[in-house]
């Protein structure tokens, strides 16, 4: 987990601008005195130098899965990040919570990825997702608008329609139907930021 890291990448990150406020410091310094053409080559590739090191210790600060401010378990699988909370809430609070943090409730559309969030959830508890009963088109539709495609996951005998079970949510059986009204943990997705090579 990248949290234990949270300090280490603070101070890096100061090194860097007090290394690079030191270096603009010496140019705008040694910019009044006269430079011959050779004091200025080596200059410039002393600021290349220094630059090229920050860069490099920057390659290594990035987190393709930025939630450090969000308490919670967070995986990465196929370019995806994934925010598993540790609060429970209903589904509408659910949903409201992955837009907070840039993300939406987890949609699932491959086996991998089924077998993924199963592997990683398994044991936690129940998490909703993000698949809800569309009563004026009388069909189940993921948040992002897409429609369920077959039910291949569902547990046996789900979904049931009785009682206002109109949102979805993954259990270590299946998909189950509840009330949007029930509290539950939820998983968070969003695409995982890109990081330089």
Known sequence: MCLDRKP?????????????????????????????????????????????QVKAGL???????????????????????????????NWMESVKACKYMGAQLVVIKSNEEQSFLQGISKKKGNFWMGLSYNNKESKWQWVDGSPLQGRTYWSAGEPKMRGNKDCAIRTDYGWNALPC??????????????CPK
């Open 8 to 52: 280490f990448i603070t101070v890096l990150k100061l090194i860097s601008i007090v290394l690079l406020a030191a270096l603009i410091i010496a140019v705008i310094v040694k910019g009044t005195e006269f430079l011959t053409s050779q004091d200025y080559d080596q200059q410039k590739e002393n600021i290349h130098q220094k630059l090229d």
């Open 59 to 89: 390659k290594h600060l990035c987190r393709p899965c930025p939630w450090l401010l969000f308490q919670g378990d967070q995986s990465l699988f196929q370019r995806n990040c994934y925010f598993f909370s540790i609060s429970k809430k």
């Open 181 to 194: 009204s029930h509290e539950s943990l939820w998983i968070c997705m969003k695409p995982a930021l890109p």
